[in-house]
């Protein structure tokens, strides 16, 4: 295989054959796979491929491209810092920033993604194109058909003369330049368009049109067909609505219409997923980057193995830990996969993991890193968007799952250990009696807090005492703890990258490995204390802790040198160390902006799909057409929500899955949860959809993360994909559980229910684990397994069955509802069954529930809660709702119908279900211990058993 770095490379004159024979990412991955594993090279091409765009000529194109994205890493710091306010000096408004950003992104796209030459490919290219042009000319007036065709011609013309790999053409120079012009349009004539909004001249035609249609081809480049399908269906769906089936048909839109809600206004393209993008996801990723091109990458993986390696299974547990703490500052699963496995998936191997499994275990670990907050890939800040709740609440929901997530993969990996008979790394210790290591984990996490309280107290003092100073006084503090850890760092050897292929003979000490990189977890809390301390908004907060680790990268080498003695007799170390640093901040901040290229590029292509969604309304057809197939059952719904967030994903990236299903069939999941008597929140159902999003990553036959592991480790990638598929089943379950048992989200739970149901989520997890990977204490019976399904079940949704026993619900007729009102304790949910139309008109039965408020009787609680009923006999109407009380809040409206009141009724805790569910528990170990022994397939013979 020809690569950039080959010298025998032909010269561009050269490429038209080399075009022609270029395989797709997965084509060399299973190439690679089956000649047991990727060069470097190769693996570098892989992510460049996924992820920043696999062209970089030579010469001054490359260095345009460098200069570019570096120059748009600038832009977003200055943007998301408060300089433009201090020096009164280029302010922006939200929607001049999108469209710079999108400019930005279209640009380098169209220069760092060749366009693949497959013969789908290519297909696809000429008919998206050529169907778009038909559509735009049907939605126009019949003279402005002339233009439309010359538009069409044009960028169909530059896609058929090529897109090689090792140059850049003339013709895709023009694409790129007026994707640029295209992308600046209501930038540069931004108070032209303000005068004439809803009405678009020609030439706002022709900018949208050209607009669309090299928008939809950058995004095929970049990422792949399936998002560029979807787009385009969506689009042709908004011109044909008269001609769609009755069900989801609608009065279609013209092109001036289109063009205007998709381009020239924010309703589109330039909507909420770029804003968000623009003004949140650029920021964390960057500063992801600068952070793995300071050693945090690095350091992460050392100090995981260097605690976890001595373990059964150790390097695999080491790959979890390790890919969580970099999937907390990473968005891409590709990315997570070959930084992390090509150390991980080697040592793995050698301690008895078979290729697949091996693979199989960064797989799942890399791709659970874009469930765990702060970054969560891009979706924490578009649900902050989408579902109107504060970053702070996000995190929070999103949290315990994800925590618990990762505690069940380490399991899973534990039980293969077991299953195989492993053994851990030799450590390069003998470790001290267990009780003195129990009160030294004590002693640590004491004084961890003790410092925590004083640095928040000490906060909490300084900006009431210095006043505006306070923000000088805490970055010498800051520098202050910095440059101290840096000292205590220099005291320890600096720590290299180890080769994953050279032979482990024992395990890194973790103290000096802990010690050596403190000073990189700095700027990580400097992060979280922003969000989740000061507050601040998630711009805000990642410039602060970008600002900080600019500052670490430029100072941290030339400080080590000096306090490592390394600058005697008057060298030039010290000289060379700020060369260095200076470097890893460049390299940092183009790294951070080719990271961006495909999410700027997936939330612009995203905006059309939600476009069209709000302009004909197909989301109240869709939850026609859900409730037909699922005939109103709301497990039936989730099953096809899950099962369409898979095959979106399969070609779309999480960011764009994410905000494809959540705007399609999150409202559909509230609106027939409520008809079926399940109240959804929001937040539920947005990370629901996230979950099988993400899981597309996993799941065959496109599993890209899958792939990239199968090709660092030789092993097969289907069946890397099927294994991983199978760790990941945890994952998939725990959006059914939290749906149904929204605990799990710590909705409306203390900090001691908090706790009580970690654990207690945890212990049914590792059960759930246990029973999915046929090994407990020992190998799993058929009923065992079920029993230890049925625990998990019970232990993660007790009220399943305590509502069977008592009913929470004390079903009173509608007349009752002042009483049942006054009767009811205050605090508990109060529910309503109520008939009303729809936002079409339609007759619709569905659910309210509002916590009882506080009042002396019914009637003060009724006006408390902002509403007014009439009888009229047997039927209670209501008669009026206050504007923002929690009656309207809940869905209740004029002349809607009250026909049951649903009380709380005194039941006994549904806790009490844990009993028989641990007795069940108990049962299981005591049978699987009876077994476990010599010949029974326990532990003591697992390599007899495996």
């Given at each position: 295989?020809?690569?950039?770095?080959?010298?025998?490379?032909?010269?561009?004159?050269?490429?038209?054959?080399?075009?022609r024979?270029?395989?797709?990412?997965?084509?060399?991955?299973?190439?690679a796979?089956?000649r047991?594993?990727m060069?470097?090279?190769?693996?570098?091409?892989?992510?460049?491929?996924?992820?920043?765009?696999?062209?970089?000529?030579?010469g001054?194109?490359?260095?345009?491209?460098?200069?570019?994205?570096f120059?748009?890493?600038?832009f977003?710091?200055?943007?998301?810092?408060?300089?433009?306010?201090?020096?009164?000096?280029?302010i922006?408004?939200?929607?001049?920033t999108?469209?710079i950003?999108?400019a930005?992104?279209?640009?380098?796209?169209?220069?760092?993604?060749?366009a693949?030459?497959?013969k789908?490919?290519?297909?696809?290219?000429?008919?998206?194109?050529?169907?778009?042009?038909?559509?735009?000319?049907?939605?126009?007036?019949?003279?402005?058909?002339?233009?439309?065709?010359l538009?069409?011609?044009?960028?169909l013309?530059?896609?058929?003369?090529?897109s090689?790999?090792?140059?850049?053409?003339p013709?895709?120079?023009a694409?790129?330049?007026?994707?640029?012009?295209?992308?600046?349009?209501?930038?540069?004539?931004?108070?032209?368009?303000?005068?004439?909004?809803?009405?678009?001249?020609?030439?706002?035609?022709?900018?949208?049109?050209?607009?669309?249609?090299l928008?939809?081809?950058?995004?095929?480049?970049?990422l792949?067909?399936?998002?560029?399908?979807?787009?385009?269906?969506f689009l042709?769906?908004?011109?044909?609505g008269?001609?769609?089936?009755?069900?989801?048909?609608?009065?279609?839109?013209?092109?001036?219409?289109?063009?205007?809600?998709?381009?020239?206004?924010?309703e589109?393209?330039?909507?909420?997923?770029?804003?968000?993008?623009?003004?949140?996801?650029f920021?964390?990723?960057?500063?992801?980057?600068?952070?793995?091109?300071?050693?945090?990458?690095?350091?992460?993986?050392?100090?995981?193995?260097?605690?976890?390696?001595?373990?059964?299974?150790?390097?695999?547990?080491?790959?979890?830990?390790?890919?969580?703490?970099?999937?907390?500052?990473?968005?891409?699963?590709?990315a997570?996969?070959?930084?992390?496995?090509?150390?991980?998936?080697?040592?793995?191997?050698?301690?008895?993991?078979?290729?697949?499994?091996?693979?199989?275990?960064?797989?799942?670990?890399s791709?659970?890193?874009?469930?765990?907050?702060?970054?969560?890939?891009?979706?924490?800040?578009?649900?902050?968007?989408?579902?109107?709740?504060?970053?702070?609440?996000?995190?929070?929901?999103?949290?315990?799952?994800?925590?618990i997530?990762?505690?069940?993969l380490v399991?899973?990996?534990?039980?293969?250990?077991m299953?195989?008979g492993?053994?851990?790394?030799?450590?390069?210790?003998?470790?001290?009696p267990?009780?003195?290591?129990?009160?030294?984990?004590?002693?640590?996490?004491?004084?961890?807090?003790?410092?925590?309280?004083?640095?928040?107290?000490?906060?909490?003092?300084?900006?009431?005492?210095?006043?505006?100073?306070?923000?000088?006084?805490?970055?010498?503090?800051?520098?202050?703890?910095?440059?101290?850890?840096?000292?205590?760092?220099?005291?320890?050897?600096?720590?290299?990258?180890?080769?994953?292929?050279a032979?482990?003979?024992?395990l890194?000490?973790?103290?000096?490995?802990?010690?050596?990189?403190?000073?990189?977890?700095?700027?990580?809390?400097?992060l979280?204390?922003?969000?989740?301390?000061?507050?601040?908004s998630?711009?805000?907060?990642?410039?602060?802790?970008?600002?900080?680790?600019?500052?670490?990268?430029?100072?941290?080498r030339?400080?080590?040198?000096?306090?490592?003695?390394?600058?005697?007799?008057?060298?030039?170390?010290?000289?060379?160390?700020l060369?260095?640093?200076?470097?890893?901040?460049?390299?940092?901040?183009?790294?951070?902006?080719?990271?961006?290229?495909?999410?700027?590029?997936?939330?612009?292509?995203?905006?059309?799909?939600?476009?069209?969604?709000?302009?004909t309304?197909?989301?109240?057809?869709?939850?026609?057409?859900?409730?037909?197939?699922?005939?109103?059952n709301?497990?039936?719904?989730?099953?096809?929500?899950?099962?369409?967030?898979?095959?979106?994903?399969?070609?779309?990236?999480?960011?764009?899955?994410?905000?494809?299903?959540?705007?399609?069939?999150?409202?559909?999941?509230?609106t027939?949860?409520?008809?079926?008597g399940?109240i959804v929140?929001?937040?539920?159902?947005h990370?629901?959809?996230?979950?099988?999003?993400?899981?597309?990553?996993?799941?065959?036959?496109?599993?890209?993360?899958?792939?990239?592991?199968?090709?660092?480790?030789?092993?097969?990638p289907?069946r890397?994909?099927?294994?991983?598929?199978?760790?990941?089943?945890?994952t998939?379950?725990?959006?059914?559980?939290?749906?149904?048992?929204?605990?799990?989200?710590l909705?409306d739970?203390?900090?001691?229910?908090?706790?009580?149901?970690?654990?207690?989520?945890?212990?049914?997890?590792?059960?759930?684990?246990?029973a999915?990977?046929?090994?407990f204490?020992?190998?799993?019976?058929?009923?065992?397994?079920l029993?230890?399904?049925?625990?998990a079940?019970?232990?993660?949704?007790?009220?399943?069955w305590?509502?069977?026993?008592a009913p929470?619900w004390?079903?009173?007729?509608?007349?009752?509802?002042?009483?049942?009102?006054?009767?009811?304790?205050?605090?508990?949910?109060?529910?309503?069954?109520?008939?009303?139309l729809?936002?079409?008109?339609?007759?619709?039965?569905?659910?309210?529930?509002?916590?009882?408020?506080?009042?002396?009787?019914?009637?003060?609680?009724?006006?408390?809660?902002?509403?007014?009923?009439i009888?009229?006999?047997?039927?209670?109407?209501?008669?009026?709702v206050?504007?923002?009380s929690?009656?309207?809040?809940?869905?209740?409206?004029?002349?809607?119908?009250?026909?049951?009141?649903?009380?709380?009724?005194?039941?006994?805790?549904?806790?009490?279900?844990?009993?028989?569910?641990?007795?069940?528990?108990?049962?299981?170990?005591?049978?699987?211990?009876?077994?476990?022994?010599?010949?029974h397939?326990?532990?003591?013979?697992?390599p007899?058993?495996?």
């Amino acid at each position: 295989m020809t690569t950039e770095n080959d010298p025998k490379r032909p010269p561009p004159g050269a490429s038209d054959r080399q075009d022609r024979d270029q395989m797709d990412a997965a084509a060399v991955e299973m190439e690679a796979a089956g000649r047991g594993g990727m060069s470097q090279s190769e693996l570098d091409e892989l992510v460049a491929s996924s992820d920043t765009g696999a062209r970089t000529p030579a010469g001054w194109v490359g260095r345009t491209i460098l200069i570019v994205a570096f120059c748009w890493s600038l832009f977003q710091v200055w943007i998301a810092s408060p300089l433009p306010f201090i020096f009164e000096f280029g302010i922006l408004n939200d929607t001049e920033t999108r469209s710079i950003h999108l400019a930005f992104a279209m640009f380098l796209a169209y220069l760092a993604y060749p366009a693949e030459r497959t013969k789908v490919q290519m297909g696809l290219a000429i008919a998206v194109p050529v169907i778009m042009t038909l559509l735009f000319i049907e939605g126009a007036d019949g003279g402005n058909a002339w233009w439309i065709v010359l538009c069409g011609a044009a960028v169909l013309l530059a896609i058929l003369a090529g897109s090689p790999k090792t140059w850049v053409p003339p013709w895709e120079w023009a694409m790129a330049l007026i994707s640029v012009f295209a992308a600046l349009y209501i930038y540069i004539f931004y108070d032209d368009i303000a005068t004439r909004v809803g009405r678009p001249i020609t030439q706002d035609m022709v900018v949208g049109v050209i607009g669309l249609l090299l928008l939809l081809e950058v995004t095929r480049r970049a990422l792949g067909p399936a998002l560029m399908i979807v787009a385009t269906v969506f689009l042709a769906y908004t011109f044909l609505g008269p001609y769609m089936p009755e069900i989801i048909a609608h009065k279609g839109n013209s092109l001036s219409e289109v063009v205007n809600h998709q381009w020239i206004t924010t309703e589109g393209v330039f909507g909420i997923a770029l804003g968000v993008s623009t003004s949140f996801v650029f920021l964390f990723v960057l500063f992801g980057a600068l952070l793995d091109k300071a050693g945090a990458g690095n350091y992460f993986i050392q100090v995981a193995f260097s605690m976890m390696g001595h373990m059964r299974g150790g390097p695999a547990k080491a790959a979890v830990v390790s890919s969580a703490m970099t999937g907390l500052i990473s968005g891409s699963s590709i990315a997570n996969v070959v930084t992390t496995g090509t150390f991980t998936i080697p040592l793995m191997k050698k301690v008895g993991f078979s290729s697949e499994k091996a693979g199989a275990v960064e797989v799942a670990s890399s791709v659970n890193g874009q469930i765990m907050p702060p970054v969560m890939g891009a979706a924490a800040f578009l649900m902050v968007e989408y579902v109107g709740i504060p970053y702070f609440d996000v995190v929070r929901h999103a949290f315990l799952p994800a925590t618990i997530s990762y505690i069940a993969l380490v399991y899973i990996v534990h039980l293969e250990a077991m299953k195989s008979g492993m053994k851990g790394l030799p450590r390069p210790y003998e470790p001290g009696p267990w009780m003195r290591r129990i009160v030294g984990f004590v002693f640590g996490v004491m004084v961890v807090s003790a410092l925590a309280m004083l640095v928040y107290y000490g906060m909490g003092w300084i900006r009431p005492a210095f006043g505006e100073a306070a923000g000088y006084v805490v970055f010498a503090f800051l520098t202050a703890v910095y440059l101290g850890l840096l000292w205590v760092g220099s005291r320890e050897a600096p720590l290299e990258i180890d080769d994953p292929n050279a032979e482990v003979t024992e395990l890194p000490m973790p103290g000096p490995t802990v010690r050596s990189g403190l000073h990189f977890l700095l700027p990580v809390v400097v992060l979280v204390w922003a969000l989740m301390v000061d507050r601040l908004s998630p711009g805000l907060s990642a410039f602060w802790a970008t600002a900080f680790m600019i500052f670490i990268l430029l100072t941290q080498r030339p400080m080590m040198v000096m306090m490592r003695g390394e600058d005697r007799h008057g060298n030039t170390q010290v000289g060379t160390a700020l060369r260095a640093g200076l470097n890893d901040l460049v390299d940092g901040m183009i790294a951070g902006a080719r990271n961006m290229i495909g999410i700027g590029i997936a939330t612009a292509t995203a905006g059309i799909i939600v476009g069209a969604v709000s302009q004909t309304g197909v989301g109240s057809a869709l939850a026609d057409v859900v409730e037909v197939l699922s005939g109103g059952n709301l497990l039936a719904i989730l099953l096809l929500t899950a099962i369409l967030s898979l095959i979106l994903g399969m070609g779309l990236p999480t960011t764009a899955n994410y905000i494809v299903v959540s705007a399609l069939l999150a409202p559909v999941i509230v609106t027939l949860g409520q008809q079926n008597g399940l109240i959804v929140p929001l937040i539920a159902v947005h990370l629901f959809v996230f979950y099988f999003g993400i899981m597309a990553d996993v799941t065959p036959p496109v599993g890209l993360a899958s792939f990239a592991a199968a090709a660092v480790s030789g092993g097969d990638p289907i069946r890397t994909g099927v294994v991983a598929f199978f760790y990941s089943l945890r994952t998939a379950a725990l959006p059914f559980l939290f749906i149904f048992n929204t605990d799990l989200l710590l909705i409306d739970v203390g900090w001691l229910h908090g706790i009580f149901v970690f654990v207690t989520a945890t212990v049914a997890m590792l059960l759930f684990a246990a029973a999915t990977q046929g090994w407990f204490l020992t190998r799993n019976r058929i009923v065992e397994t079920l029993a230890l399904l049925l625990v998990a079940f019970t232990i993660f949704r007790p009220g399943f069955w305590m509502d069977m026993v008592a009913p929470p619900w004390d079903d009173r007729p509608p007349a009752e509802l002042e009483q049942a009102l006054g009767d009811a304790p205050v605090g508990e949910p109060f529910r309503l069954v109520v008939s009303g139309l729809d936002q079409v008109g339609e007759p619709v039965e569905f659910r309210v529930q509002m916590p009882v408020p506080e009042g002396e009787n019914g009637a003060d609680r009724m006006a408390a809660l902002g509403m007014e009923t009439i009888q009229n006999g047997d039927e209670v109407i209501i008669d009026n709702v206050a504007f923002d009380s929690p009656a309207a809040d809940a869905g209740l409206d004029w002349d809607q119908q009250i026909l049951m009141v649903r009380a709380p009724a005194a039941a006994p805790s549904k806790y009490l279900m844990y009993i028989p569910a641990f007795a069940l528990l108990a049962l299981v170990v005591w049978m699987q211990r009876r077994r476990a022994g010599p010949g029974h397939g326990g532990v003591a013979t697992a390599p007899a058993a495996a």
